[in-house]
């Protein structure tokens, strides 16, 4: 009888040890599954985030180019709208590099 009763528990410990290697294996499975959502779900979002930051820095880069053409044009026409005096030239050269007597 008593050993009846040993065999008995052994195979209760028995499966109760099988029940918790089952359930280990369900839990381990329920987690890589959730790991596998929540990086699914992170990358999404990432890549959200990725192409929003891409966007403005491709709009700002835009924004910036555009206002450095409009000084340069501006620029430009100020450059054009000046006149230019040969003779103030000359004038200026020969004052500052030749060191010549205008006044006779």
Do not use: P, W
Not at 8 to 29: G, M
Not at 46 to 68: G, H
Request: hydrophobic share 35%; glycine share 0%.
């Amino acid at each position: 009888m008593e050993q009846d009763v040993f065999n008995h528990l052994l195979d209760i410990e028995n499966s109760a040890s099988t029940l918790v290697f089952d359930a280990q294996k369900e839990a381990d499975k329920r987690i890589s599954v959730a790991k596998a959502e929540a990086d699914k779900a992170f990358k999404s979002e990432y890549e959200k985030i990725i192409a929003d930051f891409e966007n403005n820095f491709l709009q700002k880069k835009q924004t910036i180019k555009d206002e450095q053409e409009n000084e340069y044009k501006k620029y430009d026409e100020k450059l054009d709208s000046l006149t230019q005096s040969q003779d103030k030239f000359v004038e200026f050269l020969n004052q500052h590099f030749f060191r010549t007597n205008l006044n006779g």
